[in-house]
């Protein structure tokens, strides 16, 4: 059977189920936070209005629920730290949550410049930087022999140390704008990350049953549970008609740590990442989708529009709330072939990593999302 060996036998499942509580704190914490934001955010106007081009809800809304889910996130991941505190690798673990933390920290805080003042695409690029920054001084960086081995070629570790920083740089910087991008909906951006993020905490824990890493296990399991806790906190007043909106805040705060989980799982068989990185694939697929549309059409590369693959779906009469419906289940169909990829062999991986690029490219075009025409290719104004 295909999942049979989904569990291992060199942790007890109890021993992943002993961090519950992370989820249940981050929760809680990131719905009485995103409360709070709602009521500050309205307090001092800091709000989103409309503008009948990309911002088309009727009335302004406020942000800050970025701020929310963060809180959710810092205060699951502390205690997921305390849980671990007897443990033999807790300073190399506490480490990398505190990484994780801080550089969660710095990309929210460079959104919230950006709801407030609307910072240029530079300064976004170089406050992103600085949260990959963190994560590297923290030690956190993909395991790049594992690559190359099979192919005979040699790789010290200070080779290997230096390339895995531009390596950090581009997921950092990628996923960041990517989720950025999808937040586009009520409801859109957290529903995708919480499908997002469960099926990565799936990978983490089949990864943790089979003992894979002292450190890496319990890093992932935990950072895993403490955002689905804080973007569930959050969603309840993100759903159609929203009541707050994450804002540039939380879709870099989010983006950013499923960088950091990505990376986290680049740590052994090269076959666990590129699971991750496929069940990061709606995000992958707007994002990819946008740049070769605004490419293709002789636009602005940077510069928004109406022509994401969720807005294409609105102009073309399908409701709100089933084009997100939509969106949900492509993200659990990208979700769940990567679970299936991390039972299989790597070169048969590699086949499906392939032909999982092939067939999501031929949709776009079979679909006509490549198109620019009409309110598609309405621009923002500066």
Avoid at 104 to 131: E, L, N, R
Wanted: proline share 4%; aromatic share 10%.
């Amino acid at each position: 059977m295909l999942l049979g060996a989904f569990i291992g036998d060199r942790r007890p499942l109890s021993w992943v189920l002993d961090f519950w509580p992370v989820l249940a704190v981050a929760f809680v914490t990131g719905l009485a936070a995103t409360a709070l934001c709602k009521r500050v955010a309205l307090k001092l106007g800091i709000v989103d209005k409309p503008d009948n081009l990309v911002k088309t809800h009727k009335e302004p809304v406020a942000y800050l629920g970025g701020v929310g889910i963060l809180t959710g996130l810092l205060t699951g991941v502390l205690f997921g730290a305390y849980l671990m505190r007897e443990e033999v690798y807790f300073g190399e673990i506490f480490r990398w949550l505190l990484g994780v933390a801080a550089g969660g920290t710095i990309a929210c805080a460079i959104g919230i410049i950006d709801d407030v003042v609307d910072i240029k695409p530079w300064q976004k690029i170089a406050g992103q930087s600085m949260a990959a920054l963190l994560i590297l001084a923290a030690g956190i960086r993909p395991v790049l022999h594992y690559f190359t081995d099979p192919l005979g070629i040699s790789m010290s570790p200070q080779v290997e140390a230096v390339l895995g920083i531009p390596v950090v740089f581009i997921f950092v910087l990628g996923a960041t704008n990517s989720l950025n991008l999808l937040d586009g909906l009520d409801g859109l951006c957290a529903g995708v990350t919480a499908i997002i993020t469960l099926a990565m905490l799936g990978l983490a824990i089949h990864l943790a049953t089979w003992g894979s890493s002292d450190k890496g296990d319990s890093v992932r399991v935990i950072v895993c549970l403490a955002l689905v806790g804080g973007v569930l906190g959050f969603l309840p007043f993100n759903r159609h008609p929203a009541k707050i909106f994450m804002g540039d805040a939380g879709s870099m705060l989010l983006g950013f740590v499923m960088a950091t989980l990505m990376i986290l799982f680049a740590e052994g068989i090269p076959r666990w990442w590129m699971a991750s990185i496929v069940v990061f694939g709606l995000p992958i697929l707007d994002t990819g989708t946008a740049m070769a549309r605004r490419l293709l059409n002789h636009r602005p590369v940077f510069k928004s529009d109406r022509g994401h693959i969720y807005d294409q779906m609105i102009d073309r009469g399908i409701p709100l709330r089933k084009t997100v419906a939509i969106c949900y289940a492509l993200a659990a169909g990208y979700a769940a072939i990567g679970l299936v990829m991390s039972q299989i062999r790597t070169r048969y991986a590699l086949v499906v990593y392939v032909a999982v690029i092939a067939l999501s490219g031929i949709f776009v075009w079979r679909k006509g999302y490549l198109k620019m025409e009409g309110i598609r290719g309405a621009l923002r104004k500066q």
